[in-house]
């Protein structure tokens, strides 16, 4: 249970990371050399590129499917390691409480 938890969570977090460009100045900067978005929480484990928009500012680069350069596998496992730890000591604080 507590597993898929995490599998679960740290699955969700490149949905609610991002990278904010405030400019189009710092826009085409970061385009210039060649900047890779690292989405994922605790450690990022998704590489992606700046899809080529031309959006009002400030925006929030976020999750694109299509832009996805790279998995890190390994980074993924150690971030559900670490949110499994995590879930698992709030599991046992709880149970000491009752």
């Known amino acids: 249970m507590i597993g898929l938890l995490s599998i679960v969570l740290v699955g969700i977090?490149?949905?609610?990371?991002g990278k904010r460009v405030q400019t189009h100045e710092e826009l085409s900067n970061l385009r210039q050399e060649g900047y890779v978005i690292?989405?994922?929480?605790?450690?990022?484990?998704?590489?992606?590129?700046?899809?080529?928009?031309?959006?009002?500012?400030?925006?929030?680069?976020?999750?694109?499917?299509?832009?996805?350069?790279?998995?890190e596998k390994l980074?993924?496992?150690y971030s559900v390691g670490i949110?499994?730890?995590?879930?698992?000591?709030?599991?046992?604080?709880i149970k000491r409480l009752k």
């Open 75 to 77: 980074n993924y496992f």
């Open 38 to 71: 690292k989405l994922g929480f605790p450690i990022p484990f998704l590489k992606q590129g700046i899809p080529p928009l031309d959006p009002p500012m400030p925006y929030t680069f976020g999750f694109s499917f299509w832009h996805v350069k790279s998995f």
């Open 13 to 17: 977090t490149p949905l609610v990371d």
């Open 83 to 93: 949110v499994f730890g995590i879930l698992v000591i709030i599991k046992a604080l």
